[in-house]
């Protein structure tokens, strides 16, 4: 049995693919609203894509599996981001990544038991300046020690 | 001489928001190209300021401009790269999240310029903030007639998509931006054709940076020849520097074309932080050959910094201390470029994630003698030889560490 | 014409050609994975780069365009280096599986290795480890390990087939060729993909370890399996002959004709193949009741001649039936024209063919035979063998095993049991062998000279490749012996002995043919 999509992501999925001159040019897009709809791509929402924007469904999986944050798998309502990149790794990146290991109790990669948070790292987020950086979900966090990520993680229901 | 261009307002509340913007003057050069001036003439004055790309590889960009063929009867585009992803660079990022009133008039101009009537700015997936915040301003744009039908009543016509990308930083070459944006995979094309001739849809199309575009209502406004004394002859106007790394006042830092590699680490970005003695430098964004602390004596234009055996790219300045382990700053930019290789082409595909692992096997303390041999010699096997400049990116920095590095890498190294 | 120069060699070539396509035409090679004539230049393997005089880096072969003075070097030192290292990078993230792999013998790895690398291995990590054995289609394995991701396959599904199937997925060196789900490569050209894969990566899982290349011969020949008359190899163990194993044929391969099957041949030329070996006719028999004789041909002709003579001796020529086929030579058709028609007066010419099947907008044609356009351009007048027109005969000789209660009578059996005499000439045992007296074997196309015309109105050569190796006489043979002896041998200036000499006259008299 194929899922049901909200007539409101339908509605968005029309408006979205109507400013640009070849369907295939609303995949990211779509996929970017599929995503925040369901949280993940799994096969189901690949032939639902597929089929909206007239393509096959493998050429809508080269695209999840070429772009990072296209999700293949459910991930904890907080998507830890940890920058690995140079300026956040003279900063102190990698003692902060050890950190919320050990505060976590989970690996990168891994998702904690209560399902809130999952660790990642990615690479240069763009911020530089406030290096150490923490992307969660889409907020930025910067100069980042300790404290302020205890204080992050509470802030976080 | 100091006075600030692009960053000039960027203290004042609510800059973002068009009121605010028209206040200080905004959208009166998209008025006087508009109405006051041919395309022709625009392009014209765009070419004179010797305005070169701001995204990293210095392509003048009126010359680009005026590569797109007019007689051709296919639509044209205009694409905002605002990807920003190289390593060390944040500048787009200001720009658009102060001012994106000012990218969107600049982009405006362009178009007019070049005949165009559709525009997309392609964002980075990761600044979700920022396409928020430049969603409002496209809004706001088309509300107050500056963008869709007839804008101000010259008659031009130019609609305005922002469009997030997903993760990937091969998307910031110009190529890859085409194909994302086309719903596929970020391959690079292959160059010849161009995108002035064969881009978006296999149509004519410019690519222009953040902040190339965010210069050219100074340009109409004020002139070609105030820009290039803002600048240098041959580079007119002024630099955003991203300083970042261990100096007191990272940030970003708008200096004239030209401006020395010390001044802008020890003077404006206050110096090493907490004592720290430098060690390296890279002045470019990563993909810019490294720097030793000796040799940052140097002005910071393209030229000066290409005759360093370096390139000014970003202008993404990344300042390593002499606590930092060079072998750890070979392993990040090494798995880095392997990390973003799009896969297509054999060096960079194989050649990132081979010397990758060397790094990694010498980070883990199995490494031999000749391993960075192995570096130098796979490294001089993707450059140059690679499908898109990503090959180079990765190469050249590398090279450039373990050549000038070379002692420290090899340091304890057992001889194999 | 623009002169180029390659290597300090001299050569006029054609306009609008690539460096690569204009060495090739003159017969040098320039070494390659991803480019194919097929498809638009990839530029992603980066083995074609060569020097170019004038430019500071090394340009892509398959896409740089020729023009005059273009000066190119394929050999120097920085091109030699650049090989070197693209079959570096290759062979690093390669299995050492030749001793296992089915492309040995035939892989562009292991044949550019030979000629520009014999280099020992500097790699010193572990391999990555990557799927062997997916099921890309019902009859193909990928083997993700040996793929150089030369992208040839994805290519191939997605503008000559337009199917889509597959496509690349995930990035850098996690980049691997991948399908949706369990969505198998599915579409009659598949097979094609194991002839454009460069390396091992795509293999045939019916060929897979069955026997090394080195030892097959190729012949050339034509797929006889519909009236496309695509170009193919057929790769026989020269060694096995069909009476003596079950097997001889290996596979069958694309040869390329740009004008019939360009680069391409569908899966039921590839793939049915089996046909050439199993249940083929062996022995030449004459059934009298229970008795059964074998004979040489010589002595069955002389029978046949016998009875042939006698009726005709009778004027009951009338009672003379022919069935025939669609997939007899030209000349073949041609001669039973003109012997039986015209030299016999026979007017009792049946055609019992293969049924049609679905045709594509490819190269599958709906028409089953080989040679359609053929008997149509002879012009032999035909009629549906049923039982009316079978009925009334002494004398009924079938050409081919389709005559079955589908392309004939209901009542086969009865009717054919009301003739006196039967005489089979086939290539396949069938229900029909009980059923006749005289069974001759006859060879398949494959193991005969002669011309096929072919849907489009080319008429395309025969050679026979496989050996026929059972009793019989091709078809063509027969006929002329026959009419010999029956003095009812159509006459030329020049002897009727061979196919070539039965084209001659094919051409000296239908306009067609010319």
């Known amino acids: 049995m194929s899922p049901e999509y909200s007539a409101s992501l339908r509605r968005k999925i029309d408006e979205v693919a109507a400013r640009y001159p070849k369907k295939r040019a609303a995949l990211l897009p779509v996929l970017h609203l599929v995503q925040r709809e369901v949280g993940w791509i799994a096969p189901d929402e690949e032939r639902f894509v597929a089929q909206v924007l007239g393509l096959k469904p493998i050429k809508v999986r080269e695209v999840v599996t070429f772009y990072t944050m296209f999700l293949r798998r459910p991930l904890g309502k907080y998507h830890l981001q940890v920058c690995s990149n140079l300026t956040c790794s003279l900063l102190g990146a990698g003692p902060l990544l050890n950190y919320l290991q050990q505060k976590l109790g989970v690996g990168v990669g891994e998702t904690t038991a209560d399902g809130r948070f999952t660790l990642s790292t990615v690479e240069c987020l763009g911020a530089c300046e406030q290096a150490p950086c923490l992307m969660v979900n889409f907020d930025y966090h910067g100069e980042l020690d300790r404290d302020k990520v205890d204080r992050i993680l509470e802030s976080l229901e | 001489m100091d006075e600030k261009v692009l960053t000039q307002h960027f203290g004042l509340e609510g800059l973002y928001r068009i009121e605010v913007y028209r206040k200080k003057g905004g959208y009166k050069s998209a008025e006087k190209a508009l109405k006051q001036m041919t395309p022709a003439a625009v392009l014209d004055e765009v070419k004179r300021a010797s305005l070169r790309g701001r995204g990293g590889a210095g392509f003048p960009a009126g010359v680009k401009w005026g590569f797109v063929p007019q007689n051709v009867p296919k639509p044209r585009y205009l694409c905002v790269n605002a990807d920003e992803g190289e390593p060390g660079t944040f500048k787009d990022r200001y720009l658009i999240n102060h001012n994106p009133h000012l990218l969107l008039e600049g ?135 991203g300083v970042s790394g261990m100096v007191n006042k990272p940030g970003i830092y ?138 180079d990116a990765a190469a050249l920095p590398i090279l450039s560490i373990c050549q000038k590095f070379r002692q420290e890498l090899e340091g304890d190294l057992p001889r194999a | 014409m623009p002169k180029i120069f390659i290597d300090d060699r001299g050569f006029e070539v054609a306009e609008g050609l690539t460096v690569l396509q204009a060495a090739e035409s003159v017969g040098l090679q320039i070494p390659h994975f991803c480019y194919h004539p097929a498809f638009a230049p990839e530029g992603s393997c980066r083995m074609c780069l060569v020097e170019i005089e004038g430019l500071p880096k090394l340009e892509l072969a398959c896409s740089a365009l020729v023009k005059e003075g273009l000066k190119v070097r394929t050999m120097s030192p920085k091109v030699v280096e650049a090989r070197k290292g693209v079959l570096e990078f290759l062979l690093a993230d390669h299995p050492l599986d030749c001793p296992i792999c089915d492309k040995a013998g035939e892989c562009k790895l292991q044949d550019y290795f030979e000629e520009y690398g014999l280099f ?93 290349v080195w030892f097959l011969e190729p012949s050339e020949s034509i797929c006889p399996l519909c009236s496309r008359g695509c170009n193919i190899y057929i790769d026989s163990h020269p060694g096995f002959p069909r009476t003596a194993r079950a097997r001889r044929v290996y596979r069958i391969r694309a040869r390329q004709n740009p004008m019939v099957n360009f680069h391409w041949i569908c899966d039921y030329g590839r793939y049915g193949y089996a046909y050439l070996d199993k249940g083929r006719e062996d022995r030449l028999v004459w059934k009298k009741g229970d008795r059964e004789t074998r004979l040489s041909w010589d002595k069955a002709s002389q029978i046949l001649t016998e009875k042939l003579r006698s009726l005709l001796e009778l004027r009951k020529h009338s009672r003379i039936g022919v069935v025939l086929h669609t997939n007899l030579t030209n000349e073949e058709l041609f001669l039973a024209d003109r012997i039986f028609r015209k030299g016999m007066g026979v007017d009792r010419l049946f055609l019992a063919d293969p049924p049609p099947g679905k045709g594509d907008e490819f190269l599958l044609t709906a028409d089953r035979t080989a040679n359609r356009r053929g008997l149509q351009e002879v012009g032999l007048p035909v009629q549906a063998p049923d039982r009316r027109g079978l009925s009334g005969l002494d004398l009924l000789l079938i050409f081919g095993h389709y005559l079955d209660s589908e392309t004939g009578p209901a009542d086969l059996k009865d009717t054919l049991d009301k003739i006196e005499t039967k005489v089979l000439f086939a290539t396949h045992k069938s229900s029909l062998d009980s059923l006749v007296d005289f069974v001759i074997p006859v060879p398949v196309l494959a193991e005969k000279s002669g011309t096929l015309t072919n849907v489009d109105g080319r008429v395309q050569t025969l050679a026979a490749g496989l050996a026929f190796e059972s009793d019989g006489v091709p078809e063509w043979r027969a006929l002329l012996d026959l009419a010999k002896e029956l003095k009812v041998e159509p006459e030329y200036p020049w002897p009727m002995t061979s196919p070539a000499s039965i084209y001659r006259a094919l051409q000296e008299e239908i306009a067609f043919f010319k």
């Not at chain 2, 140097?298 to 910094?305: E, R």
């Not at chain 3, 040839?152 to 599904?157: H, I, N, P, T």
């Not at chain 3, 198998?184 to 002839?195: F, R, W």
């Open chain 3, 120 to 212: 020992r291995s500097q790699f010193k990590e572990a391999k990555e480890k990557r799927e062997k054995k997916f099921k890309l289609s019902q009859n193909l394995i990928l083997d993700r390990e040996r793929c150089v991701l030369c992208n040839r396959c994805v290519r191939f599904l997605n503008v000559i087939t337009k199917t889509e199937e597959a496509g690349i997925l995930n990035r850098g060196t996690r980049a691997e060729v991948g399908i949706f789900e369990s969505e198998l490569v599915n579409n009659i050209y598949s097979g094609n993909l194991v002839d454009i894969c460069p390396v091992g990566a795509i293999t045939n899982s019916d060929f897979r370890f069955q026997t090394r």
């Open chain 2, 107 to 241: 982009t405006i101009i362009a178009s007019y310029a070049v005949g165009i009537h559709t525009a997309f700015i392609y964002v980075r997936g990761e600044y979700e903030a920022v396409a928020l915040r430049l969603e409002g301003a496209v809004a706001e744009a088309y509300e107050k007639g500056y963008l869709g039908k007839n804008i101000l009543g010259s008659g031009f016509d130019l609609d305005a998509t922002v469009h997030r990308g997903a993760g990937g930083y091969i998307c910031g070459e110009e190529t890859a931006l085409l194909e994302s944006l086309e719903g596929k995979r970020g391959y690079p094309r292959l160059k010849p054709p161009f995108p002035a001739s064969v881009g978006l849809f296999q149509c004519p199309t410019v690519i222009n940076n953040v902040e190339t575009l965010s210069n050219i209502p100074f340009i109409i406004q004020n002139g070609a020849e105030w820009f290039i004394k803002k600048g240098l002859p041959k580079d007119g106007g002024t630099r955003i520097f």
């Open chain 2, 254 to 391: 708008e200096l004239p074309l030209g401006t020395n590699l010390r001044t802008i680490i020890f003077d404006h970005a206050g110096g090493m932080k907490d004592g720290k003695k430098l060690k390296a430098v890279i002045p470019g964004g990563m993909s810019a050959p490294i720097l030793r602390a000796d040799e940052i004596d140097l002005p910071m234009d393209f030229d000066s910094l290409a005759s360093a055996g370096s390139m000014l790219g970003s202008a993404a300045v990344i300042v390593i201390d002499s606590e930092t382990s060079i072998l750890d700053v070979l392993k990040t930019v090494a798995k880095f470029y392997s990390h973003e290789s799009c896969g297509q082409c054999t060096p960079c595909r194989i050649g990132t994630a081979w010397i990758s692992k060397i790094v990694e096997r010498l980070a883990r303390g199995k490494g031999e003698r000749d391993d960075i041999d192995a570096i130098i010699r796979l490294a001089s096997n993707i450059k140059g030889k690679t499908l898109c400049p990503l090959g």
